[in-house]
């Protein structure tokens, strides 16, 4: 496609269940970044993919929270044990390479019930 | 990253030009300054970036002061559907971007 795509753009889930989040970055683009925004608040950052190079997992909030990418394409978000807090809009974005501007898809909206 | 200051909100006429100013004293060398926007309930869009020269596209144009301390992206003729929150993001890469409050930018017919 020509952007990112997220899926599923929603998700209601009850507190304590795992959940996935995928995310299709655009063709050829080697970088790929996750962020989160709870209502209401700025974009944190979770973690970033650089081509083969160990992601970069700072953000990430706790242990229950992981990533994976399947060489340059699709990546998956898991939060393990889903928590009312975990609820937001959550962002993945990426880039041709390391300098230049991420684009951005439209988000999973997840909310934890 | 160095950090960045941006005053909350402004206001701008429909057609006229939005100039949306962004402080970054502490930026160093290698640091880049981005800008992206978050028009409601859309994920974040790129706009531009730049290191050191001014830079246009299709969307806006950035100006660098020559000290690199301050740059102000400009929308020449603002429409309505330019809305949004402004994000200026200093970086020395596109990754681990660091989105602050940004200003909030209204325009008005």
């Known amino acids: 496609g020509a952007g990112v795509s997220q899926s599923p753009s929603n998700k209601v889930t009850e507190k304590g269940k795992d959940v996935e989040l995928r995310c299709d970055p655009i063709?050829?683009?080697?970088?790929l970044y996750w962020y989160r925004q709870r209502l209401g608040q700025g974009l944190e950052f979770l973690i970033y993919f650089q081509g083969n190079s160990a992601p970069d997992k700072s953000g990430l909030p706790s242990d229950r929270f992981s990533a994976e990418r399947t060489g340059e394409s699709v990546s998956t978000l898991t939060i393990q044990r889903t928590q009312q807090e975990d609820s937001a809009v959550y962002l993945c974005?990426?880039?041709?390479?390391?300098?230049?501007?991420?684009?951005f898809g439209q988000g999973t909206r997840l909310t934890v019930v | 990253d160095a950090k960045t200051t941006q005053p909350p909100s402004m206001d701008c006429a429909e057609g006229r030009a939005a100039n949306l100013p962004c402080n970054h004293s502490?930026?160093?060398?290698?640091?880049?300054v981005y800008w992206y926007r978050q028009i409601h309930s859309q994920g974040p869009q790129y706009i531009i970036h730049?290191?050191?020269n001014n830079e246009t596209n299709e969307m806006a144009s950035l100006i660098i002061t020559e000290d690199r301390k301050s740059s102000t992206l400009i929308l020449p003729h603002a429409t309505l559907r330019d809305t949004a929150v402004y994000y200026c993001?200093?970086?020395?890469?596109?990754?681990?971007?660091?989105f602050g409050t940004g200003t909030r930018l209204q325009v008005t017919l």
């Open positions: 730049g290191l050191k």
């Open positions: 993001i200093v970086s020395g890469t596109a990754s681990k971007l660091t």
């Open positions: 502490t930026i160093s060398g290698n640091e880049y």
């Open positions: 974005a990426s880039s041709h390479d390391r300098v230049l501007g991420a684009f």
């Open positions: 063709s050829g683009h080697t970088a």
